[in-house]
């Protein structure tokens, strides 16, 4: 199974803040990696597609870029409505995988 | 506008059987692969089962291969997994999914709020 790490954990940022979230894969997953965020209490929600493509609806500020094993997500301007966790996942490979989360918090 | 609205969770032993439903509305069924991912606050987000448009395509995760059976009925849009042997490490809360096409390898753009699945004695 390919294995999906994430970094950090959790983080804690400013409104306005840039952050960003990395994810690696066990090995080499091309483009198919997507990104989605959930916010406590709800289901998860698509907001990239095959490494940097933004689902229709979500804001511009996310971004994503990467190819092969390693991807970054990005949030260029971090909003109170952006705290929520965020899971990248690989469907190059079955099983898919998640990988762990990334807890955002605004501070 | 996409509903799935999934049923049939419940607290049942360990090694007795569930079987999960998923009603889906506001698209055309039979155009996409079908999934069920479920999450524990230990484990996170877990893919379980996926099935392509026509069901010629099917995957399971290992931890459910040989327990779990994923299913459809088109005509009634509709999505089933059967489970068996249940045990306390498949309690979790149980999502249906839509694809964003007819194959397995899509991503997964719509999500139902959930069904709890508790195995315990």
């Known amino acids: 199974d390919i294995q999906m790490t ?16 990395t994810c690696q894969a066990s090995q080499d997953i091309s483009k198919y990696l997507n990104w989605y965020q ?70 | 506008e996409v509903q799935l609205v999934e049923s049939g969770g419940d607290l049942v032993q360990p090694g007795r059987s569930l079987r999960l439903s998923c009603a889906a509305s506001g698209f055309t069924f039979d155009n996409y692969a079908m999934h069920w991912v479920r999450q524990t606050p230990g484990k996170g987000l877990e893919w379980v089962s996926g099935i392509s448009w026509n069901s010629g395509n099917i995957g399971y995760a290992d931890s459910v291969k040989g327990r779990f059976t994923i299913s459809r009925d088109n005509a009634k849009n509709s999505l089933y997994l059967q489970m068996s042997s249940l045990r306390a490490e498949d309690t979790a809360l149980y999502y249906c999914v839509k694809g964003t096409g007819p194959g397995l390898f899509n991503c997964f753009d719509s999500w139902g709020q959930g069904t709890l699945v508790t195995v315990s004695s």
Do not use: H, W
């Open chain 1, 6 to 21: 994430q970094s950090p954990s959790s983080l804690s940022a400013s409104v306005g803040d840039r952050v960003t979230i």
């Open chain 1, 38 to 107: 959930q916010k406590p209490g709800k289901a998860p929600k698509l907001l990239m597609y095959d490494a940097s493509n933004l689902e229709t609806g979500v804001p511009s500020r996310f971004s994503g870029s990467g190819s092969g094993t390693d991807f970054t997500f990005t949030i260029s301007s971090l909003q109170p409505e952006d705290t929520a966790t965020y899971y990248c996942q690989q469907y190059d490979n079955l099983p898919f995988t998640f990988g762990p989360g990334t807890k955002v918090e605004i501070k």
